[in-house]
């Protein structure tokens, strides 16, 4: 029982970590994208909302199940912050895999690269997620796209109406 609710915060923090990586980081690289930046900004805004976020994200998960159960004096809650961060960080991160490549940021500025990007990795964590409940591919997936969806477009909109 013990070693199950590990694994169990473990998952947590991994899911948790996957779709806040890919939320956050598809809001950031669109609304930033919108400016004159250079690959440098680019990089160093994503390595600060890895850093910056995934610490935030990861002690806020382990407070939380402090707080939820008092009586819980396992290796949970660290474990939950471990994965969260370790995931996001990488998640997050992994945005930046076009730069191996090129210095251009016209990958970026056309939206495919982080579009693309993230329905994908939604749809490893979404097919993952339905796979272990045994439930439909398309209630986690739709919710998923519209969430997207909606910080693509505000972030985008926003971004212009500063531009």
Known sequence: MLRQTLL???IQGFFF???????TTCG???GLIQTNITYKI???SVFSLAISDGFSESYGLYLSKKAEDIKDFTHGPLLSLISLF???????????????FTKSLKIYKNLWW???WSVLLLIILDYNLCSMRNENFYIYFIPHMIVLFIVI???KYFSNLLK
């Open 28 to 30: 950031l690289i669109t």
């Open 153 to 155: 477009y505000f972030t």
């Open 17 to 23: 970590g996957l779709n806040s990586g890919v939320i």
């Open 42 to 44: 680019l990089i160093i």
């Open 8 to 10: 169990d915060d473990l």
């Open 114 to 116: 982080v579009i693309g």
């Open 86 to 100: 370790t995931t996001k960080f990488v998640i997050v991160i992994s945005f930046l895999i076009p730069l191996l």
